[in-house]
């Protein structure tokens, strides 16, 4: 698609006052624009998200894991891009943070890269949970090699330190690709969608990544065309092309251990979790 927004365009967002419906209340949100920049995040390979096991017996992630293949798009030089957001509805609440629908657009002076803007949503780190939210976006850097396929694409971590608005830290977002539906409760899961579903789980259990949340909010289908959704690219890891996504990744980490082992975490796991599905509203 000619002229799509890359991964690390935007440097700066502005996100603009608006009235916000949360769950709970209505938040009116910042009384002026509050900038908040693009934020580097430490790599993968530091060890930083490694599992306690590979970091006590100091284990080498190399011999038990191929490095991770490139991309399956270009990375071009950052755009030094500005981005204007006004957040919308919250879609999903967790213990760490809200998602907001949004509305994007690139103030004046930013038009001439004729970047093309793709439905996106912020998610909001609460209260104390900033770092929650960075751990989240140091695994989208990671494994970036899976947006776009596998797991939602990521437009950066954002933060800004303002005592004025905000007393407990700083306000911390991740810009993302909007997704589609969750998964229909008491139905059974298509066999198709349980094969796409195992399939993303296979991608990162090659990647040696364990998402410790497979719960029914972190399965998403792909947003469709006419929603202005974007196309899925294959796989790096199995070639195929997938129509659901696997998000929430503020709590996965890297572990040390055979594919074996690793398989055999979601092998466990997924099935439970599209059963319960099934059963959600069962009496």
Not at 59 to 77: N, W
Not at 85 to 91: A, F, M, S, W
Not at 189 to 207: M, R
Not at 223 to 238: A, C, K, N, T
Request: with cysteine; glycine share 8%.
């Amino acid at each position: 698609m000619a002229n799509l927004l890359p991964l690390n365009a935007v440097s700066n967002v502005i996100i603009v006052s608006g009235e916000i419906d949360t769950p709970n209340e209505t938040w009116k949100g910042p009384t002026i624009p509050v900038i908040l920049q693009r934020q580097s995040v430490p790599s993968l390979e530091t060890g930083v998200l490694d599992d306690y096991a590979t970091k006590i017996e100091n284990r080498t992630f190399s011999d038990y894991c191929k490095p991770y293949p490139d991309p399956p798009f270009e990375i071009p030089a950052p755009a030094n891009l500005t981005l204007q957001i006004r957040l919308g509805n919250v879609l999903s609440e967790g213990k760490s943070s809200i998602v907001f629908k949004c509305e994007c657009s690139i103030p004046y002076g930013n038009e001439t890269l004729e970047y093309i803007i793709p439905p996106m949503v912020v998610k909001l780190a609460k209260r104390y949970k900033s770092d929650d939210v960075k751990k989240e976006a140091i695994m989208y850097e990671g494994i970036k090699c899976l947006q776009g396929s596998s797991i939602p694409r990521c437009y950066g971590f954002f933060q800004v330190r303002a005592l004025e608005f905000f007393d407990f830290g700083p306000m911390s977002i991740l810009l993302l690709e909007e997704l589609g539906g969750l998964l229909t409760l008491d139905q059974p899961v298509p066999d198709s969608t349980q094969s796409d579903i195992e399939g993303l789980c296979s991608d990162l259990a090659h990647l040696r990544i364990v998402h410790d949340d497979m719960g029914y909010q972190n399965i998403l289908s792909t947003l469709s065309h006419e929603q202005g959704g974007l196309p899925s690219l294959p796989s790096p890891i199995s070639g195929r092309t997938y129509g659901w996504r696997l998000a929430g990744f503020n709590g996965a980490f890297r572990t040390s251990t055979t594919l074996e082992n690793v398989q055999s975490f979601y092998d466990y796991h997924l099935p439970e979790v599209l059963e319960n599905v099934y059963k959600s509203f069962e009496k």
